[in-house]
């Protein structure tokens, strides 16, 4: 065991404040890594005011990892000391059920181990998230990452940008096809610039007119203000398929009416409480209201390299870890461009 320095929420209530750590020494197939950047993701701050129920305190948050490999076991092939690489929202998983052979360790049967506010695959031993200075991750769930990229800015790809990617990829958006991305966020911006990437008709739907130029910016082609009734009505019939990236309750048969016939809308926001949806919203014109859940290694990987090849990072605001606390409410309050993340020098020092 090694002692780290971390932030830790203590209570639901209470700021997330320095917190010592125990990280396991390497095992046989470990990777150490000293983090550099994490990315700051709305379901941190979902999951340290215990928003959805089930929060173990004290929770280190932080699932969008990147850092430098500082130790490995000496069963470790793929990566050695001084490499580039990240983390992201799980660190193991069973490996062996129907959905980890297929790649999907996202949706494992028995369970997961999610970065952190979760259980290792010994079911006992809690995990801990990246606002750390080190985490000990097994080496399959490390990704490898382009050190030509700046890290700060390729940190968030690792939830926002593979929780959007892979929703895209699945439902085959191609190109011309009629993409609207509801919020503009951490995810929504990166849904906005990979679906552009991938050919699409991009509309941004937010409430929040100010950020009609940054969406311009972003990549995408129309901008509308869902908070002008009018606005939705136009709306009506037009899209194929509508990525909602909300984090607070709103009504989704508002948005199922914007969806052509056989259109799709996936949700990624998780809000805490949510409206009812009506039978007939989704019946008339044969719509489908479906989930994703950020998306398994090799798909993040595959990520990872779409947008290297695509010159596609996020836009950043990089902070010190003291101000994590103002950061979760700024990103409440939607005064976020578009991701934050922790400069993880600052808990060095
Ligand atoms: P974020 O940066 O806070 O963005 C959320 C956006 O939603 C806001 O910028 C805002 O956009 C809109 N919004 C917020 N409150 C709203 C309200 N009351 N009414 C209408 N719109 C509102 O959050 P994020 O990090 O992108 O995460 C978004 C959600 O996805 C969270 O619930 C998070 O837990 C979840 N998530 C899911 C997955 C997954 O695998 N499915 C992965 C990561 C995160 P506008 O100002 O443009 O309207
Ligand atoms: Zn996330």
Known sequence: MTQVKAYAAQQADQPL??????????????????ILFCGVCHSDIHTARNEWGGTKYP???GH???GKVSAIGTGVTKYKVGDTVGVGCFVDSCGHCNNCEKDLEQYCENG????YNSLLQDKKTITYGGYSTHIVVTEKFVLSVSDKLPLE???PLLCAGITTYSPLKHWNVKEGDKVA??????????AVKIAAAMGAEVTMLSRSPEKEKDADALGAHHFELTTVAENMKKMSGRFDIIIDTVSAQHDYNEYLKLLKTDGTMVLLGVPPQMEQIHAGSLIFGRKSLVGSLVGGIKETQEMLDFCAEHNIVSDVEVIS???VNEAYERTIAGDVHYRFVIDMASLKN
């Open 181 to 190: 991305v509801v919020g503009l966020g951490g995810l929504g911006h990166m």
């Open 112 to 115: 997961n181990s999610q970065t």
């Open 64 to 66: 969008e990892i990147v």
């Open 17 to 34: 404040a320095l917190f010592d750590l125990d990280r396991r020494t390497p095992g046989e197939s470990d990777v150490e890594i000293e």
């Open 153 to 155: 800015a390729v940190a």
């Open 59 to 61: 929770v280190v948050p």
């Open 321 to 323: 870890i003291d101000k």
